[in-house]
């Protein structure tokens, strides 16, 4: 089971971009998932998370300006980031604390605290 992440680049301030990241794998469940984020010098941070009930929980700094939501069916993640401003310049990762998925004819495991690549996110003018 991977986790890939996709859709940073470059923006200006006040603009908006999409992250997405889909699970790989014969899965059959996924926890919680949620996207976190490291600028230079500066330790991992939360941004925003969501529950496989669809509750999401987000990081002051973010609130009323990113949207995070999921597709079941797709096994993927977003998150929507709209009015960025400088300050949100990092790498974003997301994350997921635990996936099952089939292995081989009818087993079956659970890998846990999974992370994607991470996608670099650049706001400037």
């Known amino acids: 089971v991977q986790l890939q992440a996709s859709g940073g680049g470059l923006v200006q301030p006040g603009g908006s971009l999409r992250v997405s990241c889909a699970a790989s794998?014969?899965?059959?469940?996924?926890?919680?998932m949620g996207w976190y984020r490291q600028a230079p010098g500066n330790q991992r941070e939360l941004v925003a998370e969501i529950t496989s009930g669809g509750r999401t929980n987000y990081a002051e700094a973010v609130k009323g300006r990113f949207n995070i939501s999921r597709d079941t069916a797709k096994n993927t993640v977003y998150l929507q980031m709209n009015s960025l401003k400088p300050q949100d310049t990092a790498v974003y990762y997301c994350y997921a604390d635990r996936i099952g998925s089939v292995v081989g004819d009818s087993g079956f495991s659970y890998e846990y605290d999974l992370w994607g690549q991470g996608t670099q996110v650049t706001v400037s003018s």
């Open positions: 794998g014969t899965i059959f469940s996924i926890n919680d």
